[in-house]
């Protein structure tokens, strides 16, 4: 079935970086872009930014650009989102979505990110 | 803050119907039919309800329905059910980025 299956769950130090896969499986995977979402504890959904799984153009939020990196393996078939600086603020809940005509139909697991000292 | 701005709540009784909106821009909502709905259970990945201002995918009830009028969006679930009670959330492309809305807590009373 069409799934994407994400990394686990990871515990950060303020000032790490973390990487986050997404693993598609069920499609063809070139055929759609992922988007990256965050749902921090007590916030609403927050959206990060998306990368073409064809072409590996990415298009990041203002509020992530230039600590966020998304970057993908055709290979495998995994999206990779890479966050940067990170800061307590940054816990959260991160999802990868499967993009399809701007609208986000398969959503992975989640991976909980939490940053603290 | 959201780009998009929902209600923060919204409630109604089993078989009842609500409606949830969601505000934006001509340079969001307004100018592309690429809004979306989207429910959330705490603790589970959000689900795909309505695509693109008022499609259905597979296997969601016919109880949900979107429209769009202006700069302004609209979830309507009709019918209203114990399992509808859940965060609500739309989402707008809006060029080269996508825009949330704030979520907006459905309660079944």
């Known amino acids: 079935q069409v799934q994407l299956v994400q990394s686990g769950a990871e515990v950060k130090k303020p000032g790490a970086s973390v990487q986050v896969s997404c693993k598609a499986s069920?499609?063809?995977?070139?055929?759609?872009?992922i988007s990256w979402v965050r749902k921090a504890p007590g916030q609403g959904l927050q959206w990060m930014g998306w990368?073409?799984?064809?072409?590996?153009?990415?298009n990041y939020s203002q509020t992530f650009q230039g600590r966020v990196t998304m970057t993908k393996d055709t290979s495998t078939s995994t999206a990779y989102m890479e966050l940067r600086s990170l800061r307590s603020d940054d816990t959260a809940v991160y999802y990868c979505?499967?993009?399809?005509?701007?609208?986000?139909?398969?959503w992975g697991q989640g991976t909980k990110v939490i940053v603290s000292s | 803050q959201s780009v998009l701005t929902q209600p923060p709540s919204a409630s109604g009784s089993p078989g009842q119907s609500v409606t949830i909106s969601c505000t934006g821009t001509?340079?969001?909502?307004?100018?592309?039919?690429?809004v979306s709905w989207y429910q959330h259970y705490p603790g589970k990945a959000p689900k795909l309800m309505i695509s693109?201002?008022?499609k259905r995918p597979s296997g969601v009830p016919d109880r949900f329905s979107g429209s769009k009028s202006g700069n302004t969006a609209s979830l309507t679930v009709s019918g209203l059910q114990a399992e509808d009670e859940a965060d609500y959330y739309c989402?707008?492309?809006?060029?080269?980025?996508?825009?949330f809305g704030g979520g907006t807590k459905l309660t079944v009373l």
């Open positions: 069920g499609y063809k995977f070139t055929s759609n872009g």
């Open positions: 979505a499967r993009d399809q005509r701007h609208a986000l139909d398969i």
């Open positions: 990368i073409s799984a064809y072409s590996g153009s990415t």
């Open positions: 989402i707008s492309y809006a060029g080269s980025n996508k825009v």
């Open positions: 693109e201002v008022s």
């Open positions: 001509s340079s969001d909502v307004g100018g592309y039919n690429y």
